[in-house]
């Protein structure tokens, strides 16, 4: 595989994960401003915390990928494209999960985390709709 070759699987596979994520995301916050609405839902029938919810979400997908990979079987490119994408997807979305909870302990300008200032964050590329 060439260099071009890669950058190109690359750039698609990310904007087919971007396209994917906000597309379900739409419709998954449905009637909600929040757009985690599902995942702190699912954590409440689970009794745990909304990353728990998105972890156990994501797992059924690495198995499968898991599976794929030990079979050497890469035959439905389809099927491995949906997996990759939605693994993606859920790590963003535990990621998001996961700034969202830093800020409960970090509000701007205010230092946290053994004295460290919370400018990753609450960066405002994370919380631009805060600086309007």
């Not at 079979?71 to 693994?87: A, G, T, V």
């Not at 300008?109 to 400018?119: L, S, V």
Request: proline share 2%; hydrophobic share 40%; with cysteine.
């Amino acid at each position: 595989m060439t260099n071009s070759q890669f950058s190109n699987i690359i750039d698609s596979i990310r904007s087919d994960s971007l396209s994917v994520l906000l597309q379900r995301n739409g419709n998954y916050a449905k009637g909600s401003d929040d757009a985690l609405h599902n995942f702190k839902a699912g954590a409440d029938i689970d009794g745990s915390t909304p990353a728990q919810a998105a972890w156990g979400y994501m797992t059924k997908h690495m198995v499968a990928l898991r599976d794929k990979i030990k079979r050497n079987d890469f035959s439905d490119l389809d099927d491995l494209h949906e997996k990759c994408i939605d693994i993606i997807n859920y790590t963003a979305i535990i990621f998001a999960i996961g700034v969202e909870e830093n800020a409960k302990y970090c509000k701007k300008g205010i230092a946290c985390d053994a004295g460290q200032a919370p400018e990753f964050a609450m960066s405002p590329r994370f919380f631009a709709e805060d600086n309007e």
